[in-house]
């Protein structure tokens, strides 16, 4: 069974930076789009960033463009996010997520796309 594990998270002040990390157990995840969701208490989980199975190709939500970066390294079977100018509202469990696809260049918005989640990680900012 393929897993994720997330690390990185953890509390930090407004304008600050975590860099959040997703390993990958199976052999390979070039085949694989990835992305980075959140969830807020009471909220619906949603995608912050994604990478394209290419990975030539990045998608941002709205609030965190300019500040988040996402990236991955196949070698290492890993994705990352970096995360500068934190703030308050980007309180939340981060998960990493992959889905198996054929198609290199597609961006995958939906948690129901996805077919391997991450136990997530939390990240608290701090006001």
């Known amino acids: 069974q393929v897993q994720l594990v997330e690390s990185g998270g953890g509390l930090v002040q407004a304008g600050g930076s975590l860099r959040l990390s997703c390993v990958s157990s199976?052999?390979?995840?070039?085949?694989?789009?990835l992305g980075w969701f959140r969830q807020a208490p009471g909220k619906e989980r949603e995608y912050v960033a994604l990478i394209t199975r290419g990975g030539s190709n990045t998608l941002y939500t709205d609030s965190v463009k300019g500040r988040f970066t996402i990236s991955r390294d196949n070698d290492k079977k890993t994705v990352y996010l970096q995360m500068n100018s934190l703030k308050p509202e980007d309180t939340a469990i981060y998960y990493c997520?992959?889905?198996?696809?054929?198609?290199?260049?597609?961006?995958?918005?939906?948690?129901?796309?996805?077919?391997?989640w991450g136990q997530g990680t939390q990240v608290t900012v701090s006001s």
């Open positions: 997520a992959a889905k198996s696809t054929i198609l290199t260049a597609p961006f995958y918005t939906t948690p129901d796309e996805y077919d391997t």
């Open positions: 199976e052999r390979t995840i070039s085949r694989r789009a």
